[in-house]
């Protein structure tokens, strides 16, 4: 019946903006996690050279794509270039970068030593951490605004019931509550990772 076809349409347009939504906040939580990842702990982190660009061939290359990078050990990372050329380009890009580390180039790779953090740089860099997650949790709130406020429109356009609101609105805070839930598990594993001595 045509009833039932708009009706389907209505709430597949609801649909659409939950999943919408979906992949807005899936994306706010790639950002922040890359975010983080850049914040220096007392560990190594290989994941802190993710973003470093390297003069490759006239092109800037991620660094990941040009070396090797691994964690020796708790405090050191090596950096082994697939090609030997590439070497002092790499270490210009890490002293260039703004991560603040000195690497040791012995002509075959790069090594990379964690300095330990003093208690006072400790806490600051869970307050970075801290202000990054709250960003992202204004960002997945936001987007749940924005997705009500064009149901509410889709609403008033297509005369949808109360019940099939009601429901979307359930679903849309649900959705928005497991994202919070993961952005405030990634600040709590942030700052045990930083504050772990």
């Known amino acids: 019946c045509k009833i039932c076809s708009r009706r389907t349409i209505k709430l597949n347009m609801l649909n659409q903006s939950i999943d919408s939504a979906k992949s807005k906040m899936e994306q706010t939580i790639s950002f922040v996690t890359s975010e983080i990842g850049k914040i220096r702990t007392g560990r190594a982190n290989t994941e802190m050279f993710n973003n470093i660009l390297v003069s490759y061939y006239d092109n800037d290359t991620p660094l990941n794509q040009v070396a090797n990078i691994a964690a020796i050990d708790a405090i050191t990372v090596s950096i082994q270039p697939f090609d030997k050329t590439v070497i002092d380009d790499i270490e210009r890009a890490i002293l260039e970068s703004d991560l603040g580390f000195n690497p040791s180039n012995n002509g075959n790779s790069i090594m990379i030593t964690f300095p330990p953090l003093s208690a006072e740089r400790r806490q600051e860099l ?14 997945v709130r936001n987007i749940r605004r924005e997705i009500i406020q064009s149901a509410k429109r889709i609403e008033d356009e297509q005369n949808i019931s109360e019940d099939n609101m009601k429901n979307f609105l359930e679903d849309i805070q649900e959705v928005t509550d497991s994202f919070i839930n993961r952005l405030n598990s990634l600040q709590k594993e942030k700052e045990v990772e930083i504050l772990d001595k």
């Open 126 to 139: 869970v307050k970075v951490a801290s202000k990054i997650i709250e960003d992202g949790r204004i960002s």
